[in-house]
């Protein structure tokens, strides 16, 4: 499903944000990445979605290698993830229907499988009565949710998340890992970045650490490239 092969990645100015990343995720399975802040959790789930290219190395998803799908291609690419941001990016102009919708919309949806993909993802979250609400009238986890109701709607085969939990109390943040875990539960391969290890020890699924943009084995250090 997933498949990083000796993978680095450096940004502008020298930055090396990933160096010589090997790792296997299988279809279905749910996986935690943590790491202190600037570890290279973000990165890694970007090169997954294409939201930035890597540099060297090799990644395959789905039998496909990434460094083969064009720039015209990746919104199609894309069409098989849905990726949960740290800070929302609610539309605060637009409604919760229209934020969750807007997925659907650039797909080409028909109006009518909108209507139902979104009241169904939205059901899900428990926020079907807030609808017809603005982002600024719901609270922050009511906002959270708007989040993952609109990464899941079009019905992805990987969902990612970046620190979904970051701005929650203890209780908001259980609450919706154990929401990510329900789609895991239906075949949705989950991958997680999130510093709260204490929290995501309690989950008992994969977690994969990383440290200045390696990855430790489980209580060793950063192997070489």
Known sequence: MIRFTNVHMNYPGGNEALRNINLHI??????????????????????????????RGQIIINGQ????VRNRRIPIFRRHIGFMFQDHRLLNDRTVFDNVALPLVIAGYRHQEIRKRVQAALD????????????????????????????????????????????????????????????????????IASHD??????????????KAGRVLPLGGTPTES
Not at 65 to 68: A, G, K, P
Not at 197 to 210: C, E, G, V
């Open 26 to 55: 299988e279809q279905g399975a749910m996986v935690y990445i943590t790491g202190r802040s600037g570890a290279g959790k973000s990165t890694l789930l970007r090169l997954i979605a294409l939201i930035d290219r890597h540099t």
């Open 124 to 191: 899900k979250v428990s926020l079907l009565q807030k609808v017809n609400s603005y982002p600024m009238a719901l609270s922050g986890g009511e906002q959270q949710r708007v989040g993952v109701a609109r990464a899941v709607v079009h019905r992805p085969a990987i969902l990612l998340a970046d620190e979904p939990t970051g701005n929650l109390d203890p209780a908001l943040s259980l609450d919706t890992m154990k929401l990510f875990e329900q789609f895991n539960q239906v075949g949705v391969t989950v991958l």
């Open 197 to 210: 290890l204490d929290m995501i020890r309690r989950m008992s699924k994969r977690i994969i650490t990383l």
């Open 65 to 68: 290698n990434l460094e083969r």
